[in-house]
């Protein structure tokens, strides 16, 4: 049986894939799923979907980087962050699991797939995501660190 990390795992990848390839290639990427011998076919089945609705949530998780961290939108980040940030947002938005658990896969995945410095970013932003989301809604959330030094 693939443990939650498998299917993150292989739900990234294929969240990649649907950013790079777009949506008219969803079949193609649903298909590469298949490939995945270390996940059943329930287990590939759970990280389909997830991909697909962190995919549809993508504006989303955007907007909320752009409030967070204005100095790095999504159209600046690499690919991999970028979709590892969506992932997570995604779980964290949908309560799918606890936020420390969301931000340690994710931190997980960035040191597993991206460059040396994107742990420490992944970390940094959905942490202030987790602290927004977890906010009162009549409270702003904690400006970034490069508007309080301008402040």
């Known amino acids: 049986m693939a443990s939650p990390r498998d299917i993150r795992r292989r739900a990234l990848q294929a969240m990649y894939q649907l950013d790079v390839r777009g949506e008219a290639d969803a079949d193609a990427v649903r298909s590469s799923l298949e490939e995945a ?42 690919a991999l962050d970028r979709a590892i940030i969506r992932l997570a947002h995604h779980e964290l ?15 997980e995945l960035a040191k597993e797939f991206s460059t040396e410095r994107s742990p420490g970013f992944v970390n940094a ?14 409270a702003s959330p904690e400006p970034p660190a490069s508007a309080q030094e301008t402040a």
């Open 37 to 78: 011998d270390d996940l059943g076919p329930a287990e590939r089945d759970k990280a389909w979907e997830l991909a697909r609705a962190a995919h549809a949530a993508r504006r989303d998780a955007d907007e909320a980087l752009k409030r967070l961290a204005p100095d790095w939108p999504a159209y600046r980040q690499p």
């Open 93 to 107: 938005a949908t309560g799918r699991a606890a936020p420390a658990i969301v931000i340690n896969e994710a931190v």
């Open 125 to 138: 932003v959905l942490d202030r995501i987790a602290k927004a989301a977890a906010a009162p809604q009549d």
